[in-house]
């Protein structure tokens, strides 16, 4: 199973909800990632977890709580997220980043795209 | 981390090679050279890497010049299912935080005509 799903696949939320994004993976990958992607623009990094552990916060703000709670699942809890929050929002596995591994690319799930109201 | 130029946007004829270009200047000894690609509506999908030598796979070959300041991403035969934005990143080559990081630039938005 090479395969990284991530659900919903879209969610709508208004500014006082909280909601949750869902990402699985089953390769044996210990490390997973959140991106967020705006329209035409690339993919940014948010968060990096490695073996179940927060490893790299890129200043994302605290509306946004990521949660590893296995090495097989990651989540991100949202609340009271803005209008400009709006995006699709990516999950990547790959193996252990921290040891020096020639076939150690990310593999992504399909995104949820996400609407706040 | 090295940054990359890529041209905005190539065309290219179905069932011709696409040659997709990339300037890394910047790059350091230990940085590898990984492409990705996004077709539309989906996530990105890993292509190839490479640190000094050229390299092949199922899907593409990889060009890097001696200097390693410019690479060149190719897909021999291209067909219409290749249409997508086309990523070259350099990274670290192993250790550190710094390792985990992707980080995308602007990319190249690939269209193979029928």
């Known amino acids: 199973d090479t395969e990284v799903t991530q659900t919903p696949k879209h969610l709508v939320m208004g500014m006082t909800n909280k909601k949750s994004l869902k990402c699985e993976q089953h390769m044996g990958h210990r490390a997973m990632y959140w991106y967020k992607q705006k329209a035409k623009k690339p993919p940014e990094l948010m968060f990096v977890?490695?073996?179940?552990?927060?490893?790299i916060n890129e200043s994302v703000p605290s509306r946004f709580s990521p949660e590893c709670p296995n090495s097989s699942l990651l989540n991100l809890h949202l609340h009271a997220l803005q209008p400009e929050d709006s995006a699709l929002y990516l999950c990547?596995?790959?193996?252990?980043?921290?040891?020096?591994?020639?076939?150690?690319?990310?593999?992504f799930g399909p995104g949820t795209r996400l609407t706040v109201l | 981390d090295a940054k990359t130029t890529q041209p905005p946007s190539m065309d290219c004829a179905e069932g011709r090679a696409a040659n997709l270009p990339c300037n890394h200047s910047?790059?350091?000894?230990?940085?590898?050279v990984y492409w990705y690609r996004q077709i539309h509506s989906q996530g990105p999908q890993y292509i190839i890497h490479?640190?000094?030598n050229n390299e092949t796979n199922e899907m593409a070959s990889l060009i890097i010049t001696e200097d390693r300041k410019s690479s060149t991403l190719i897909l021999p035969h291209a067909t219409l299912r290749d249409t997508a934005v086309y990523y070259c990143?350099?990274?670290?080559?192993?250790?550190?935080?710094?390792?985990?990081?992707?980080?995308f630039g602007q990319g190249t938005i690939l269209t193979v005509h029928p």
């Open positions: 990547a596995s790959s193996q252990d980043f921290r040891t020096s591994s020639w076939y150690n690319e990310q593999f």
């Open positions: 990143i350099v990274r670290p080559s192993a250790g550190g935080t710094s390792y985990g990081k992707l980080t």
């Open positions: 977890y490695s073996y179940e552990k927060l490893s």
């Open positions: 910047t790059i350091s000894g230990n940085e590898y």
């Open positions: 490479g640190l000094k």
